[in-house]
């Protein structure tokens, strides 16, 4: 497997664009997660999903980000409009409720810098 | 809410000698998992070691093991034979049992010198 796949790696844009991550989870995984790293506040869950379903969004920083799973084989992060303050590592995490170890397998992250 | 708290930002150990990192947290659960999460320069985020709170026995894989006491609330992780290929930032991290929040701490970089 290829494990979590994530696009772009790399996303640079100027204060007030729209910003959209993208997630592609291991196959057959039920849950997926979206986190977002700072210096500042460190490792922060933002939402998870469990079979394409928002589970607990209370991590969601505000109106400007949201958050879809069309399917079990996508997701998206938006951010619109984005600030600087926006910029941060966005981790996807995927993961199997019937898995031996409730491991949250990780992808590469997208680095957002917002200008 | 759960917190954790990894009280040392930054470590360091000459290579092959034995470093241990440690973690506290805060809860009320009975039931309950603790992890310890590396994160290299690559970014991304591995899995070393996960332990489960109704299991005395402290969690071991090749080099790594930890020390879990459930009444002091304390997880530290043990890094024996230090390579170079540890060299990363450790975060230590508590999820609820049948939740799949995972809570973080704020992460021990280790620095392993040649």
């Known amino acids: 497997d290829a494990g979590v796949i994530q696009s772009p790696r790399h996303e640079v844009t100027e204060m007030g664009q729209e910003v959209t991550l993208r997630c592609k989870p291991i196959?057959?995984?039920?849950?997926l997660f979206w986190y977002r790293q700072t210096m500042m506040r460190g490792l922060e869950l933002l939402i998870y999903?469990?079979?394409?379903?928002?589970?607990?969004d209370s991590g969601m920083p505000e109106d400007r980000f949201s958050a879809k799973m069309p399917n079990a084989s996508f997701s998206t992060l938006k951010i619109q409009p984005s600030e600087p303050r926006d910029s941060a590592v966005y981790f996807c995490?995927?993961?199997?409720?019937?898995?031996?170890?409730?491991?949250?397998?990780f992808g590469p992250g997208t680095r957002l810098t917002v200008t | 809410a759960q917190t954790v708290t990894q009280s040392q930002p930054e470590m360091s150990v000459q290579e092959a000698e034995t470093v241990t990192l440690s973690c506290t947290y805060d809860?009320?659960?009975?039931?309950?998992?603790l992890f310890w999460y590396k994160q290299p320069p690559s970014r991304q985020m591995i899995l070393v070691i996960r332990q489960e709170a109704y299991k005395q026995q402290n969690a071991t894989e090749n080099r790594f093991s930890v020390n879990f006491q459930k009444a002091a609330k304390s997880f530290s992780l043990k890094i024996s034979d230090s390579q170079l290929g540890d060299t990363a930032m450790y975060f230590c991290a508590f999820m609820k049992h049948n939740d799949y929040k995972l809570s973080f701490g704020a992460g021990t970089t280790v620095t392993v010198r040649a």
């Open positions: 999903f469990n079979n394409n379903v928002p589970i607990d």
């Open positions: 196959s057959g995984h039920d849950y």
């Open positions: 995490a995927s993961s199997d409720r019937g898995g031996p170890r409730y491991e949250q397998y």
């Open positions: 809860t009320s659960e009975s039931n309950y998992y």
